[in-house]
């Protein structure tokens, strides 16, 4: 029976972590494409630091975070890839987030 009860413990506990890292992925590539597709010049250059850097600020989230633009002529996608914690070791799941939004005018 104990068995049983760590094996879903566990089981939780990594749904869970998995769960927070793709929150933090989808925030990271919403506020990033928020600051990118801004009219400044500069804008796309932050909004891949925006949201490196809230992806890197959550040490619980996981790491291996790589952040993406992907510009079209009518709008801007932010895709922001990572990799949940663990706590069993040697298992590690991915997660991602995407965003876009036309360009501002």
């Known amino acids: ?3 049983v009860f760590l094996a879903c413990l566990f089981g939780i506990m990594e749904a869970s972590l998995w769960l927070y890292a793709s929150a933090v992925a ?9 600051v990118a597709t801004g009219a400044d010049a500069q804008s796309t250059t932050a909004g891949l630091a925006v949201a490196a850097g809230i992806a890197g600020q959550r040490p619980l989230a996981g790491g291996n975070w790589t952040v993406e ?3 079209a002529a009518d709008q801007l996608t932010i895709v922001v890839h990572g990799t949940a914690a663990s706590v069993i070791p040697g298992l590690h799941f991915g997660v991602w987030g995407t965003a876009s939004l036309p360009w501002e005018q």
């Open 1 to 3: 029976m104990l068995p």
């Open 26 to 34: 989808q925030a990271a590539a919403e506020d990033g494409v928020r």
């Open 69 to 71: 633009a992907q510009p």
